[in-house]
């Protein structure tokens, strides 16, 4: 099995995050908060990865992430994704950072924009990286009952049936949802008006060389690193965390 450690949103609040041992540790974009000690604060992200119980590391930007959009600074520790595909133990992780309706923000695009970068996604996509949610999939903010997602990448996730679609975004919407075999993960950690770190990672299990060509892959979705850590002797992450073969 191969373990996924997935986290979004630290906005400049990385330390107080707490990374357990695993395969692959994704983050859905937004390191930052307004250009704040952008550059600084990369690095200390580049550090904080380098210190990660990780075997791989992969991310993307999100829409306060203007030093890599602009391609100002780029992770020595981590592998970014701009509409790419990485491939690991078997699995196809494609990673695309741009979202809707914010077009002062980093990582924008416009609807046309939009329709046609999600028609791009391979549709043999195993793991599906995005910052912005899919309209109606833990996209509500907080006090509101309107969907903020993208519904052009919500049509095309019909097409492309990724197993797991990873996102954030939408602080208040952390948590999980399963739709016609996908399982959807808003892994935002931060929450309210003072961004305070209140989510853990979230960790779930994948078979190891399973792909999109089999279409039920089987995951286990473990909860939220500290629900892991209160259950009484689940496998240990030395046990699952093995090399690919």
Excluded at 6 to 25: G, S, W
Excluded at 171 to 185: C, K, P, Q, V
Excluded at 196 to 222: K, R
Aim: aromatic share 8%.
């Amino acid at each position: 099995m191969i373990t996924l450690c997935i986290i979004a949103d630290t906005h400049r609040k990385h330390r107080q995050v707490t990374i357990p041992p695993c395969d692959l540790l994704i983050h859905c974009g937004d390191f930052g908060y307004f250009e704040r000690d952008d550059r600084a604060n990369l690095e200390d992200v580049d550090a904080w990865f380098a210190e990660a119980p990780a075997k791989q590391i992969l991310c993307i930007g999100g829409n306060h992430d203007f030093m890599l959009q602009r391609r100002e600074f780029r992770f020595t520790h981590a592998h970014l994704l701009e509409d790419t595909t990485f491939e690991y133990c078997g699995l196809r992780i494609f990673g695309s950072p741009w979202c809707p309706d914010l077009p002062f923000f980093a990582y924008h695009r416009t609807e046309p924009q939009l329709i046609e970068t999600w028609s791009r996604i391979p549709s043999d996509t195993d793991i599906l990286i995005t910052h912005t949610p899919p309209h109606g999939i833990l996209d509500l903010p907080y006090g509101s009952e309107t969907h903020v997602g993208c519904p052009h990448l919500r049509e095309e996730l019909t097409r492309i049936r990724p197993r797991i679609h990873a996102f954030g975004h939408i602080h208040h919407s952390h948590g999980r949802h399963e739709e016609a075999n996908t399982l959807y993960l808003n892994t935002a950690v931060v929450t309210g008006r003072d961004l305070e770190v209140t989510n853990p990672p979230v960790i779930v299990q994948v078979p190891e060389g399973q792909t999109a060509s089999q279409p039920n892959i089987d995951c286990d979705y473990l909860g939220t690193a500290s629900e892991k850590s209160s259950r009484s002797k689940i496998n240990s992450h030395n046990q699952v965390c093995q090399p690919c073969r």
